[in-house]
């Protein structure tokens, strides 16, 4: 799903722009673009996924015949909670965890109601697969990471990620998917890709369906295939929104039952779309309730995710909407089963 890089954009609470200060003076320097580079579907290249369509951070294009040396050049500014992004200095490692996000044709199945790119309407074409096959050539990345629009219903998208598993049979492939998909298609997908997340907007089947007009037991008899196979690392990822708010502790349960090997929570822009401060205080209520629903499931599941070894991951902005933050996980004693970073 697209939008995922808007979310991760807010979660990290970026802050872009020469003119700017810096939101995290404390985070470390780090030349972000030796170690992750995003390609958006038009081709443009960014440091990494969070500053994702920012004119201000564009290192180039795939189709320059001089991008190597625009990102070996490249000085531009930023911080987010993981670091302050500088220019290459004498002696910089590229890094051992080097990855490339690549987002491919906007060709899409759903019709979420926060797409960011609007993926529902488009109607355009893709053809940057040479450059993309060129482009890892010459990185060399330990892995990348594909999403779209959604990859699995892209025929020439899945074609080219077959040639690129049969040419680079040692790089770590990522899939950011929605999922719905046929069962069937579970075996391949395993073989294709070391890490699966699948997005969720909703786990209660009318839910699923307003937001992105899919139905959710598709995808979760998807994902249950994929878990089966046992060669992938399987994330649900739940991207809360005033709609499914509340339904955090549903997905929870849920999850664990199905026995992923990570659980994500993730704000698809609740603070975006709602205004907390109304007479009634409706917002303020529901996330309150929601939120402590979340917090007693947490709670009541740390045994069971201990035993199964399955991690929580609740980013920031996710926390910040469930009231589940450091200082709840100290109190509760979950910080070995709950993380507020991925």
Not at 164 to 186: D, I, M, Y
Not at 196 to 214: C, K, N
Request: aromatic fraction near 8%; charge should be positive; glycine fraction near 6%.
């Amino acid at each position: 799903m697209t939008s995922i890089m808007a979310a991760l954009r807010r979660a990290a609470g970026i802050a872009i722009g020469a003119a700017r200060p810096l939101a995290y003076p404390n985070a470390p320097e780090r030349p972000c673009h030796l170690h992750r580079l995003a390609v958006s579907h038009t081709g443009d290249v960014f440091p990494c996924c969070l500053v994702y369509s920012s004119a201000y951070h564009r290192i180039g294009n795939i189709s320059d015949v001089d991008l190597a040396q625009k990102i070996e050049k490249y000085d531009r500014r930023c911080s987010c909670s993981g670091a302050k992004l500088r220019a290459k200095r004498p002696g910089d490692p590229v890094g051992d965890d080097r990855f490339l996000n690549l987002e491919l044709s906007l060709q899409c199945q759903a019709e979420c109601a926060m797409c960011c790119v609007d993926a529902p309407g488009w109607s355009g074409t893709y053809d940057l697969y040479p450059q993309l096959t060129a482009l890892i050539r010459e990185q060399d990345p330990e892995g990348i990471v594909m999403q779209g629009g959604e990859v699995l219903v892209q025929k020439r998208s899945m074609d080219w990620i077959r040639s690129v598993r049969e040419e680079f049979p040692q790089k770590k492939l990522h899939l950011v998917t929605n999922g719905c998909a046929p069962a069937s298609l579970a075996p391949e997908v395993a073989r294709l890709f070391q890490r699966v997340v699948i997005s969720f907007v909703g786990i209660q089947p009318e839910t699923y369906r307003a937001v992105m007009g899919l139905d959710v037991t598709r995808t979760l008899s998807f994902v249950q295939a994929l878990i089966a196979e046992q060669t992938t690392e399987v994330a649900m990822k739940f991207l809360a929104t005033p709609l499914n708010l509340h339904e955090a502790a549903l997905f929870l349960r849920t999850a664990l039952e199905m026995r992923p090997a990570l659980i994500l929570f993730s704000d698809s822009g609740f603070h975006q779309y709602v205004r907390l401060k109304t007479r009634d205080g409706f917002w303020e209520k529901i996330a309150s309730r929601a939120g402590t629903a979340f917090q007693q499931q947490l709670f009541a599941s740390s045994a069971a995710l201990r035993a199964a070894g399955i991690r929580v991951h609740v980013e920031p902005s996710a926390g910040k909407v469930l009231g589940v933050d450091r200082a709840f996980l100290h109190e509760k004693a979950l910080t070995d089963v709950v993380a507020t970073s991925w």
